[in-house]
């Protein structure tokens, strides 16, 4: 009976997993598909497979837009704030969490701060700030936007996998004199590797994505990047919906590739911190 009410428990547990992932992957496709549509088609048949698995809509993003030029710009400011928040975030989160002094609880409260506050409502001042610097309408801007929305999250993250660290490791290390730089460089870094993977992901995608600081900050169209960029596609009366479909299944691809690469290690990650 034990035996039996476990077997119907998992099997319950697999078909909510199941069910869960068609509601997620079930929007994907029908943007795939529509990719390939024309107008007419996405409202007449919107769930139904195309006439024809024609690349004309892949062809007009590709002549009609700037696209590779958007899709560096996108992959450039993504890499380029996502390696910053991991570079000042690990530093960080290796202080708080291998290192005691008096004022570390208080230092963690305010990285802790910066997760409560949602930047966008600061977009006035933030915007007056950064045009008297001089950095609206350029790369380092909106990365430098990217990098204060992702600190806070990443020291929360990694302060918490760095703690769970046996201290063993390190005091054996300093005993071999080795620097308090080797030590997190070449001990604490590769065991945190999940931790480092689960920030790199959890940032790297609504940066990938977002279009609401480009749209503020970025006016050049040689700056612009892929969500804004394909807003060309959107008019005041009339938007080509095909053509959309295909420039969002093109922008979707770098970081859904991404995200398959490093699966196992973000898997890893989090049972990791599961268990620990």
């Given at each position: 009976?034990?035996?039996?009410?476990?077997?119907?428990k998992?099997?319950a547990?697999?078909?909510?997993?199941?069910?869960?992932?068609?509601?997620?992957?079930?929007?994907?496709?029908?943007?795939?598909?529509?990719?390939?549509?024309?107008?007419?088609?996405?409202?007449?048949?919107?769930f139904?497979?195309?006439?024809?698995?024609?690349?004309?809509n892949?062809?007009?993003?590709?002549?009609?837009?700037?696209?590779?030029?958007y899709?560096?710009?996108?992959?450039g400011?993504?890499?380029?704030a996502?390696?910053?928040?991991?570079?000042f975030?690990?530093?960080?989160?290796?202080?708080?969490?291998?290192?005691?002094?008096?004022?570390?609880?208080?230092?963690?409260?305010?990285?802790?701060?910066?997760?409560?506050?949602?930047?966008?409502?600061?977009?006035?001042?933030?915007?007056?700030?950064?045009?008297?610097?001089?950095?609206?309408?350029?790369?380092?801007?909106?990365?430098?936007?990217?990098?204060?929305?992702?600190?806070?999250?990443?020291?929360?993250?990694?302060?918490?996998?760095?703690?769970t660290?046996?201290r063993?490791?390190?005091?054996?290390?300093?005993?071999?004199?080795?620097?308090?730089?080797?030590?997190?460089?070449?001990?604490?870094?590769?065991?945190?590797?999940?931790a480092?993977?689960?920030?790199?992901?959890?940032?790297?995608?609504?940066?990938?994505?977002?279009?609401?600081?480009?749209?503020?900050?970025?006016t050049?169209?040689?700056?612009k990047?892929?969500p804004?960029?394909?807003?060309?596609?959107?008019?005041?009366f009339?938007?080509?919906?095909?053509?959309?479909?295909?420039?969002?299944?093109?922008a979707?691809?770098?970081?859904?590739?991404?995200?398959?690469?490093?699966?196992?290690?973000?898997?890893?990650?989090i049972?990791q911190?599961?268990?620990?």
């Amino acid at each position: 009976m034990k035996e039996r009410g476990e077997l119907f428990k998992n099997g319950a547990i697999q078909l909510l997993l199941a069910l869960n992932a068609v509601i997620m992957v079930y929007p994907l496709f029908v943007m795939v598909i529509s990719s390939f549509k024309t107008n007419a088609e996405i409202f007449s048949s919107p769930f139904a497979l195309p006439a024809s698995f024609s690349l004309t809509n892949a062809e007009r993003v590709w002549n009609e837009t700037n696209f590779v030029r958007y899709l560096a710009n996108s992959v450039g400011i993504t890499t380029a704030a996502v390696a910053l928040i991991l570079l000042f975030s690990t530093m960080a989160a290796y202080a708080l969490a291998r290192y005691r002094f008096k004022l570390s609880a208080l230092v963690l409260v305010f990285f802790l701060s910066g997760m409560t506050v949602p930047l966008k409502l600061a977009i006035i001042p933030l915007f007056i700030q950064l045009d008297s610097l001089g950095l609206v309408d350029s790369y380092l801007g909106l990365v430098l936007v990217y990098v204060a929305m992702g600190i806070p999250s990443a020291v929360f993250i990694m302060t918490g996998f760095l703690r769970t660290l046996p201290r063993e490791l390190e005091e054996s290390a300093r005993m071999d004199g080795a620097s308090e730089l080797r030590i997190m460089r070449s001990i604490m870094l590769p065991l945190a590797r999940p931790a480092l993977v689960i920030v790199a992901i959890q940032n790297a995608v609504p940066i990938w994505n977002d279009f609401f600081f480009p749209l503020v900050l970025i006016t050049s169209d040689n700056l612009k990047t892929l969500p804004q960029g394909l807003t060309v596609f959107v008019g005041e009366f009339t938007t080509d919906w095909g053509v959309l479909f295909t420039g969002l299944t093109l922008a979707a691809l770098p970081i859904t590739l991404l995200y398959v690469v490093l699966s196992k290690q973000f898997i890893s990650g989090i049972t990791q911190g599961a268990v620990k």
